[in-house]
């Protein structure tokens, strides 16, 4: 049986870059999305191995805390 996951958004800020697309396979510590806040880069890291489904952004979109950035396939 498989399962899904979600990547979150922890904190309001600007989607920088998409390292990933549909049917990548990622490996936990790997960075599914790079976001912008306060002229600081931060990497949006994998907790789970999995497939990316879907990328739910794209660069320049703003998200808010708890926007789903990315599903994964288990």
Known sequence: MSSTSE???EM???VLSIP???GDQLEPGG???LLES???EIPVLVERAGTVLE???SPGDV???G???VVLGH
């Open 12 to 14: 309001v800020a600007s």
């Open 67 to 69: 926007d789903v950035l």
């Open 31 to 33: 960075t599914a999305i």
């Open 38 to 40: 306060m002229k600081m």
């Open 63 to 65: 998200v808010q805390e």
């Open 55 to 57: 990328v739910r952004v």
């Open 7 to 9: 990547i979150l958004a």
């Open 20 to 22: 990933v697309a549909v």
